[in-house]
């Protein structure tokens, strides 16, 4: 595992952002020991990265290749179809 560099830093929370993480911190790690544990998450999913979880995608096999533009053709005619059912 890399090692992993924190950096102290002073932020200005509004008040009510700050109850809401100190309730979520004291909800999940029974205190507000752990905030800063907290804010680190938050910001991580937030930037759109998930924690210790990797997807995993597993490859359709059709038995046949099928070229780019026939792969965007069935993905406009799904679309069509989809459009259709939506009332």
């Known amino acids: 595992m890399a090692n992993i560099i924190m950096v ?40 759109g990265k998930r924690l210790k979880r990797k997807i995993h995608i597993k490859p359709i096999k059709l038995g046949r290749r099928i070229s780019e533009k026939q792969v965007e053709s069935a993905i406009e005619e799904g679309w069509s179809e989809a459009i259709k059912w939506s009332v």
Do not use: H, P, Q
Request: net charge positive.
């Open 8 to 47: 102290k830093t002073t932020i200005m929370l509004e008040d009510d952002l700050y109850k809401d993480l100190v309730a979520e911190s004291i909800e999940e790690y029974g205190s507000t020991r752990k905030l800063s544990l907290l804010i680190n998450k938050k910001l991580r999913i937030s930037k």
